[in-house]
């Protein structure tokens, strides 16, 4: 077997453009908007909305590959190198599991869930600063793309350096 489960390479597609976009939109366009700004609710809808979507699909992934057969694991021709892209994976899942976590956190010190989907007519926080779940929010995300940088970096070592076309792994193609 060569490649994985075409459900993992979806989920893994559908999931990486979720997460560029939720960091993108989430992070500096969201934080530019005023919070009693009306496009700031709605951002932020589309921005909880989005995270616990990721979160459902994170947790769908992860048992997806708990129980589907994978190929066996790359080799970079180097132990430091297969034990760093070991450690990366693991750490892009406590990334985003971490991530939508801090998000969930933040709603509920914030009381965003009531105030965002209706059930309060409370205004939004003049500031989310001041809740420490938004500070670890947003380290988790700085960290999350940094180690993004790196994931992408390694699939150039293995596409361009290797030539190896390790990315064929995660397309949709036979499995064999």
């Not at 670890?136 to 190896?164: F, N």
């Amino acid at each position: 077997m060569k490649r994985y489960h075409p459900f993992l390479v979806g989920l893994h597609w559908l999931i990486a453009v979720m997460i560029f976009v939720a960091l993108i939109l989430g992070g500096p366009s969201l934080a530019e908007i005023p919070n009693d700004s009306p496009d700031k609710m709605f951002g932020l809808t589309g921005h909880m909305i989005w995270g616990l979507t990721i979160g459902a699909l994170m947790i769908t992934r992860l048992l997806v590959r708990v129980f589907a057969k994978a190929p066996p694991h790359a080799d970079a021709g180097s132990a430091v190198l297969n034990s760093g892209a070991k450690l990366a994976h693991l750490g892009l899942y406590a990334l985003v599991f971490s991530m939508v976590g801090s998000g969930i956190a933040l709603a509920y010190s914030a009381d965003l869930f009531s105030i965002v989907f209706g059930a309060s007519d409370a205004a939004l926080p003049p500031n989310f600063s001041v809740f420490t779940a938004r500070t670890v929010h947003g380290i988790i995300a700085t960290v999350l793309l940094v180690l993004i940088g790196l994931h992408v970096a390694g699939w150039a070592y293995h596409q361009l350096y290797l030539r190896d076309r390790l990315i064929s792994r995660m397309w949709f193609g036979k499995r064999s």
